[in-house]
Every structure is written in C-alpha cells, then in structure tokens.
C-alpha cells in the first residue's frame, strides 16, 4: 500500500515529503498541496510546498555530488541502475495504486508503466556502458595539407546538473526515461514531478534511494509551478532540462538560455486512410490510438483524415467499437477513466460544443459526469472547428472526409505541431511517399502512432518539441564531446609488415 511498508519514511502524517541530500524532509513553507483525485475529485494525497531557498540548497548538493559520481565506474553506475529497476518492478502494486488513484490510469495500465519502467532503466545501464565505454581516435593527415602530427581523442563526458520534468500522463515512465539516461552518463538529477502523478514519482524516487545511490545524487522538488517553476527552469546551477508536457515548454525554451534542451510538447497526431486500407485494421487502431487513457497521450490518434469513398464504412466500423468501450473508474479496469482535471474535462467540453455549433455530425450523444467524458466519435467535421487543430487531450475524436491524399497531407502538414502520424494502405510505396511529405517526427505505417519501444527514437518538430528521446538519443543528449589532442613532434606514422620467415619444424617433429 502507498505510503506504508518499505514507503514509510516517504510521508510524516498525511503530507509526502520532498527528497533531498539522500533524505526525506519537510519543507520549511509548512505549506502542502492537494492533488486531487480525478474519479472522487476529492483530495487523494498532499506533497511539499518546497521554497525558492529548498531549490537553491537541492541545487548545491546537486552540483557537489555530481563531482563524484562523474568518478565512479561506469560498470558500478549500471549495477546500481539494475538493482533500482529491480525494486522498482518488486514494488509495483503500491506505485501503480498512486497511479490509479492520481491520475485514474486503469489498474492494469498503470503496472504496466511500472513494469516498463523498471525494463527501461535495465536497458538503459545496458546501453549506457556500451556507448559511454566507447570513445573515437582519429589522425590529422585524413585532412588535406596535415601530415600526421596530431593524435585526437574524443570520449563523452557528463554535463552536470540534469533538470528533469516528466508529464501527468505517465509520470513515472517519463521520469525514468529521463533520470536513467542523465546517470548513466554520470550527471546529478533534479526532479520536479508534476502535480497530478507527483505521490507516484516520490514512490518512484524512494527506489533509487533504497537502491543505495550516493546522497544528494537524486533530488525530488515537489511545490506549486507559480512559486518554483521557472525558479527551476531559470536556475544557474541548472546544466541541461528534459521537458516533457504543453507549451508551457515553449515558455521554458525561451527562458532557459545557453544549455541543452529536449522536449517534447504534445501532438495532433493525423490519421490518413486511403481507400485500399484494411478498415478493420483502421477501426482497431483508431479505438487503440484514440482511446486508450482516455485520450490523454501524445501519440493519440486526434485527427481521422480518410478519403470519402471509404469514410462511411470506417466510422461505421469505429462507431461499433466505440460502443463496446467500458466507461468507469480506473479501478474497474475501465476502458474510459476520467480525465486528469475539472479544467481539463472543461476544455474539453468547449471543442464538443464548439463543433456542435458549427455543424459536426455526433456518431454518439455527448455525455459528462465530473471528469468522466464518454466517448465521443466527431463525423463530418471541418477546418474551421477549433477541435480540428487543437488537441483535445481527451475522449474525443474528430474525423475529416478528404478528396484526395494531397488534401490529407496538407491538412497535416498546416498544423503548429508535428509530432507523430501514421498512414494505412496496402500500398508500400504510396505509405512511403506519403509518410515522407508528412511533417512529423515519426510516421507510422499500418498501426497507430506510439511512444516506444523505449529504445526507438521520438522525437517532434516545429511546436511538438526539441531534440530527440529513446534512451540512446538521451545518453547522448546529456553528455558533451571532450577532445584530448596529442601533438608529435615529428609525423608519425604505422609500417607494414617486414618480410615472413618461414617456419620449419625441427627434423624430430616431422
């Protein structure tokens, strides 16, 4: 159970504390702040309030114990990243309970991120020793007009302090995804959870502590954005930030100044169907793609775009799924939770009504009750709709009948985000072509988009995000190139070969 057992030292009363300096404490604001259960809408759990001083202190010891580790062995470094993964995955039940209960993932969806989470760290010690174990040698005459006086070593070094700042919607994955590459590559990590997925992640935190890393290595703020938010974001002491959430990354991308940054900030992941598509493959994953946590992912389909000779065949296909959908609390296994927030479920709202006043065809009738949304399949809809554009991050999902492919790949291609796509045809070329002018990050031909494996890359371009993530892309991003040049007096330079002598064996061997 959350908070109790191996948990204990977690929280003092009815307040989790904040971990810093390899300890849990009390922030010294003596405020609190609720998270709310998104299926009650009661208060589920309370965390720290932590102050700008906290920060300040979390930062120093940061810096300080980063010196260190940047010493250990990359071989020890992996080892103590597998025994975290291991208590992460023993302790599955009491992590995936808080996910339940913060964020109404369905029980069964919620131990699988812890799983996934724990076979996300082993594979990243793995990788890690592998790519940091290796560095490159290279020689000055390979260029024109050098003789070869000049040996270069080039080896990856860490970067210090790693903000890392994962989103509600998987909170404790996207927190790993994060703190595993930044400590593998020897750099202190500062994490600051979000509000809704916060209980998880000190949950989460209290694994790697009980999996012994050094003291002040691992350090998890917990507080309100508008008192320590861009405090964080804006800290000198700060060496590299790993966002994942909206645009309020865009903010922080404008703020942050001169260090790396990889972010990811959402989609409006479009669908095109052509007309040879296999529409029960379609429908299966537009149910999947658009439904699954009720929306609430990155990589949710949130745009159908299908030709019109096939379109009223699939949604009638989608229309049969969407009724078989179960709607209730996570608790129950539910295909459709609540969503994360009254404001959330409000904006919500907003696009239905607004697409309602517009003219959209309603394949369901809309129905709410608090932050429980039913699902809800949008025909007929236009550009002009708000839900065309906007990500709903919800239950919703708006399909748009188009003439032809251009049609599709324009309409994706005028969106501010460009995170995922996927095409479904039986035609290999035309996917190609067609996932070749879409402007996303990843295309995915005949299935709907996805983050993961966690190996993959993924990546965003234009509002959608910055860099890329996957766990080697990540090691990468937070290390620096370090080059050693050793400078010979004279060109120097490797013989062949001399002459072979051949080998006789002695009479008596013969």
């Known amino acids: 159970m959350a908070g109790t057992g191996v948990f204990a030292d977690v929280i003092e009363g009815d307040v989790y504390k904040y971990y810093c300096d390899g300890e849990w404490k009390k922030s010294s604001s003596t405020k609190s702040v609720a998270i709310i259960n998104p299926t009650t809408r009661k208060t589920q759990y309370k965390v720290q309030a932590c102050t700008q001083e906290e920060v300040n202190k979390v930062m120093e010891i940061a810096k300080s114990a980063q010196k260190s580790w940047a010493k250990t062995p990359l071989w020890k470094r992996a080892e103590l990243l597998h025994k975290a993964a291991a208590i992460l995955k023993e302790h599955k039940a009491p992590i995936a309970e808080c996910l339940v209960k913060e964020i109404a993932k369905p ?13 996300l760290v082993s594979y990243c010690a793995e990788e890690g020793v592998r790519i940091l174990g290796e560095g490159k040698f290279l020689v000055s005459d390979s260029f024109p007009g050098n003789e070869r006086t000049k040996y270069c070593l080039t080896s990856k070094i860490p970067l210090g302090v790693v903000l890392a700042i994962p989103p509600f919607n998987y909170p404790v994955n996207l ?3 994060k703190i595993a590459p930044a400590l593998i590559a020897g750099n202190s990590l500062v994490l600051k959870p979000p509000t809704q997925g916060a209980v998880s992640c000190l949950h989460m935190v209290h694994c790697f502590h009980l999996a012994g890393f050094p003291k002040g290595l691992i350090s998890c703020v917990t507080g309100k954005g508008s008192e320590i938010g861009d405090f964080l974001t804006m800290h000198p002491g ?6 994942t959430g909206g645009d309020t990354g865009i903010a922080i991308s404008k703020k942050a100044g001169m260090i790396p940054l990889q972010m990811e900030l959402g989609g409006k992941d479009a669908c095109i169907v052509l007309e040879d598509a296999d529409l029960d493959l379609v429908a299966a994953n537009i149910i999947k793609g658009g439904f699954s946590y009720s929306g609430q992912r990155c990589t949710a389909v949130k745009v159908v775009l299908v030709i019109e000779s096939v379109a009223d065949e699939l949604v009638e296909k989608v229309k049969a799924r969407v009724a078989k959908l179960s709607v209730g609390p996570p608790e129950e296994d539910s295909d459709i939770t609540p969503v994360v ?29 608090g932050n429980l949304i039913w699902p809800l399949l949008l025909d007929n809809v236009r550009p002009d709709m708000r839900i065309a554009w906007e990500e709903p991050f919800g239950p919703v999902l708006p399909v748009i009948r188009i003439s032809s492919v251009e049609e599709g790949i324009h309409h994706c291609n005028a969106s ?28 995915q031909i005949n299935s709907a988009p996805a983050r993961g494996p966690d190996h993959f890359p993924f990546q965003g371009i234009k ?3 910055i860099g890329s993530q996957g766990i080697t892309n990540s090691i990468n991003m937070m290390t620096k190139v370090k080059t050693t040049v050793i400078n010979l007096p004279t060109p120097s330079y490797t013989m062949g070969y ?6 006789r064996l002695p009479k008596s061997k013969i």
């Open 416 to 443: 501010n985000f460009g995170l995922q796509g996927c095409v479904f045809t039986k035609d290999i070329n035309k996917a190609i072509l067609i996932g070749d002018a879409m402007e996303t990050g990843t295309v």
């Open 107 to 119: 029980a069964k969806d919620a131990v699988t991120e812890v799983v996934r989470s724990g076979d």
């Open 175 to 177: 927190a790993v995804s």
């Open 341 to 369: 927030s009254e404001s959330s479920a409000n904006y919500i709202e907003g696009l239905v009504k607004d697409a309602k006043e517009k003219g959209a065809t309603f394949c369901q009738e809309y129905k709410r009750e």
């Open 238 to 243: 700060v060496n590299c930030i790993s966002f």
């Open 498 to 503: 001399g002459e072979r002598t051949p080998h």
């Open 463 to 465: 509002d959608s995000g």
